[in-house]
């Protein structure tokens, strides 16, 4: 059988992503929804109700209604084409032919990936990382450290704001025992990586043309 994947964007409930921020993967056995910092949310055939297709003058869209209490019920997966050709490519995948059992390795693999879903980032790390950022940018707006003159945007807290996250989406992408010890799932990054390129880019380029001219013309 053939294997559906496409790049887009995801509405699950009041969360909105953009492309290029969710993944759908769909094989015989398994439809999978990378919604980055939203999570991964799984299904086998027998929780799917129904997958319609959309397409509109705003964009195309598949929405999957589905039996998965522990999920969000509203959940579209948005990208960019017709929706009815996505639609034949899962469909030849197999995927909506339940004539044929899900074997029993992949219900179970499915049925504990369930259990996983929501926000990846374990919730102790995610509040540690946001109450530091807060505190180094709030040490800049009082002027804790006397780093900042009156006429300057930037102060070593926000540089050190900046480097914190960027190091630690580095860190995230390029090490495992990072991942193990923040993400739930211990060890993949997958869904999360768009995410993580992102805020990577953007604290790096904030901080190479923001802060770090700033700093080096005081000193």
Known sequence: MNTFEETGGVRIGGFKATWPFATLKVSEFKLELNASIRGNFVFKRSDIIAITPNTSLLGSSIRITHRVEKYNKDI???FLGNAEERMTEIIQTGFLNDTEPTP???DQEITQLQAQTGFPI???VAV???AIWNLLFLSDFFNIF???KETEIFGIGVGLALAFVFLICISLLTSRLARQLMLKNGSSNAGLKPFLF???FITF???IAGFLPQYLSNH
Request: charged letters at 10%; hydrophobic letters at 50%.
């Open 146 to 148: 006397y780093t900042r």
């Open 104 to 106: 029993n390795y992949i």
């Open 122 to 124: 374990k919730i102790p």
């Open 128 to 130: 540690g990382v946001v």
């Open 76 to 78: 579209f997966f948005t």
């Open 205 to 207: 380029i904030l901080f």
């Open 198 to 200: 992102f805020t990577a």
